[in-house]
């Protein structure tokens, strides 16, 4: 497989990363020699100087040869371009675009991106999904993370266990069904100072780990107890940065719940006076900056229960968490870009953690994996993915239990959804054609569970 990656940024170089190192052949074109170049020399890619919507750059990137075009310059109409281009004259038959701008994205406008217009197959919208990933986690406080799979039949948390009501810890795993008989879970990850790794029954909870668990959806909030949280969803919320992010959350919140008290912090007053417009009586919009203690105290934060920070500067974010929270404020979700921060925020009392570029990345990776792959999320960059996938006739998934088909060691089966059932799998359960199989897959196993995931005739993505 040959993939062309327009775009040599923090995206572009982890999606060309993740690529190679699965043995696709990867292009990465970017308009800076020095991007182009730090891609070229740091990871097993070809590195290509020139504007990645010039028909001869693409050409000279292996264009009429390419199976994927992936666009994820900071420039939609680059991206945008880039697509048409890799259609109309290279026909490259799979096209990804990154693009930011609301108006292109307006319902009325999707038209735009049919084959006989702007053949673009998928659109990712990094702020759209920011946004959308923030509201579920804001809809279940206890957990850092959250994701419904299977149409929301199962889902996907991540719970801290820096509890003394964790009612798992200093247990081994295999006393699970025991703790709670009748609720169905399975714990798929445990992170443990900053290192991720797939746990077995005989492993221990920890006090300070941080754990990915998946769960029937009508069982989370239990397991949420069960793990010692019982935080309730916010009602008094500040968000502070009215970009993108900021309004299309607080349009989702003023939605999703209507009785939520809601405030947005704003630096630019032309920006603030825009979404004040936008949001009307919903929230109240104050023009200052989040990290003035005057700004903060006019917001109420020490009443509020949640604050969110999504402004386009990481360190404004983590202050003005950091800074809510000293005031009074109950719990933080805070927008972060750079990974190298990820280790210092919980000593500095961030409770939840959102990185845009990784929730990109997933969206990016899973129109990257086998046609059985219907979602995927990236737990932790170097470590793995919990997938969701369609159990194909003649795979090897099929032929027997999950004991006998030998699934290999790095891929772990959560759930199973059935029609319209959840199965919570043992060792012993059969697998087959046509369920939905949710299962977390290291890296280091990801061309195995391919190869255990695929029909007979093995297709590509």
């Known amino acids: 497989m040959r993939v062309i990656v327009c775009g040599a940024g923090q995206v572009g170089s982890t999606i060309a990363r993740h690529l190679a190192s699965e043995g696709i052949d990867v292009t990465v074109i970017d308009s800076s020699p020095e991007q182009a170049r730090r891609v070229d020399e740091s990871y097993d890619v070809r590195g290509m100087v020139g504007h990645a919507s010039h028909p001869e750059v693409l050409e ?60 673009i197959d998928v659109i990712i919208s990094p702020e759209i999904e920011v946004a959308s990933g923030i509201e579920r986690r804001f809809r279940t406080p206890g957990a850092f993370d959250t994701v419904p799979l299977a149409e929301g039949r199962v889902q996907l948390l991540g719970i801290h266990c820096n509890s003394g009501a964790c009612s798992l810890l200093g247990r081994p795993l295999s006393e699970l069904k025991t703790c709670l008989p009748d609720a169905g879970l399975v714990v798929m990850a445990v992170v443990r100072n900053g290192q991720a790794f797939v746990p077995h029954g005989s492993d221990r909870i920890e006090a300070g ?3 990915y668990v998946v769960t029937e959806t009508g069982q989370a909030d239990r397991i949420m107890r069960f793990f010692g949280h019982e935080e309730e969803v916010a009602r008094r919320v500040i968000i502070v940065g009215g970009g993108n992010v900021g309004l299309n959350l607080a349009n989702r919140l003023a939605h999703s719940a209507p009785g939520t008290s809601l405030r947005v912090i704003e630096s630019s007053r032309e920006r603030a006076e825009f979404i004040s417009q936008e949001l009307g009586d919903s929230a109240v919009v104050l023009h200052g900056d989040a990290l003035d203690k005057e700004t903060l105290t006019e917001a109420n934060v020490q009443a509020a229960e ?17 800074l809510a929270k000293r005031a009074g404020c109950a719990r933080a979700i805070t927008l972060v870009n750079k990974s190298s921060y990820e280790p210092l925020l919980p000593t500095l009392g961030i409770d939840t953690v959102v990185a845009p570029n990784a929730i990109t990345i997933s969206s990016i990776l899973r129109h990257v994996r086998h046609r059985s792959v219907s979602a995927l999320y990236t737990l932790r960059e170097e470590f793995g993915e919990v997938i969701e996938a369609t159990a194909q006739a003649g795979s090897r998934l099929v032929r027997g239990s999950i004991r006998e088909v030998e699934v290999p060691p790095g891929m772990l089966i959560g759930a199973i959804v059935r029609d319209d059932k959840v199965i919570i799998p043992t060792s012993s359960t059969t697998i087959e054609a046509g369920d939905r199989v949710i299962a977390l897959v290291t890296y280091r196993a990801l061309r195995k569970a391919e190869a255990l995931l695929a029909g007979p005739h093995r297709d590509e993505p």
């Open 209 to 211: 780990d941080d754990v």
């Open 60 to 119: 000279r990137a292996g264009a009429r040869d390419a199976d994927m075009l992936i666009a994820v310059t900071r420039s939609d109409e680059v991206n945008m371009v880039a697509c048409q281009v890799a259609y109309s004259l290279f026909n490259i038959p799979r096209r990804i675009a990154r693009v930011r701008h609301s108006g292109y994205l307006e319902r009325k406008h999707r038209g735009l991106y049919a084959q006989d217009q702007m053949p």
């Open 306 to 322: 949640t604050i969110i920070a999504v402004t386009n500067d990481d360190e404004t974010n983590i202050f003005a968490s950091v």
